[in-house]
């Protein structure tokens, strides 16, 4: 079956530093992928929607210039941290719009010291 | 291991009546459960969560589900259906806060509404 990768499933990073979030389609091509975060026990945050060959479209209050999210090609989309800071520490998921179904990833864990 | 199983790909219901989608469970800890609600090509939103509060949790849009820790069910419910609410409607598990972090997510159930 369809299945979507994230890369890495965890960092840390030092406050200032950016970080790279990949997130790839193994099998099938997405057009349109999703970028959310989650903090413990809560819910799902929609941040953007990332559509190949366009910019994304953030939520509101999300800020664009400090996630900055890529998706150069059908199978690749990536979130990048810039100037990341504690309050950034969080679980990013991304999932991937196939033909007929959604698939997630498995997230990665993000921890800002 | 965590796992999450939505027991019906499709359910389709005629405007007015009952809506019942089905999710079980399984968890090693206590675990945070949600619904979510997708509409095509849109991004998930949030319908209701459960954490460990009152087992019967109120959302948005008139839905409501009951966490059923003896049959490990988090089934999702509305006394009456409306066309706005054909979706797809994803179950989560979400086990954050021990040593791994987990997040599940049911295969989805796609819920179509009869005139």
């Known amino acids: 079956g369809a299945v979507v990768s994230q890369h890495p499933s965890w960092v840390i990073c030092k406050s200032g530093t950016s970080v790279k979030i990949e997130c790839r389609s193994l099998d099938f091509q997405a057009t349109t992928m999703f970028w959310y975060r989650q903090f413990p026990k809560q819910s799902l945050m929609l941040m953007a929607t990332s559509n190949e060959g366009s910019k994304a479209t953030y939520e509101q209050g999300v800020e664009k210039d400090k996630f900055l999210i890529n998706h150069a090609s059908l199978t690749l989309s990536t979130l990048t941290v810039t100037s990341a800071h504690p309050e950034d520490s969080s679980f990013y998921i991304c999932s991937a719009l196939g033909a007929y179904e959604q698939y997630f990833g498995p997230g990665t864990r993000l921890t800002v010291t | ?115």
Not at chain 2, 91 to 115: A, E, M, Y
Request: with cysteine; aromatic share 10%; net charge neutral.
């Open chain 2, 1 to 115: 291991a965590q796992s999450v199983t939505q027991l019906d790909s499709h359910v389709s219901v005629s405007e007015g009546t009952p809506v019942l989608l089905r999710c079980n469970y399984s968890s090693s800890y206590s675990p945070s459960l949600f619904w979510y609600v997708q509409h095509p090509n849109k991004g998930l939103q949030l319908l209701l969560k459960y954490t460990s509060a009152a087992t019967l949790v109120k959302g948005i849009n008139g839905f409501e589900a009951e966490f059923k820790k003896s049959e490990t069910s988090f089934h999702l419910t509305k006394p009456s259906a409306h066309m706005s609410d054909a979706a797809e409607y994803f179950c989560v598990v979400s086990d954050q806060g021990n040593r791994d972090d987990k997040i599940i997510f049911g295969k989805g159930t796609r819920l179509h509404i009869l005139p």
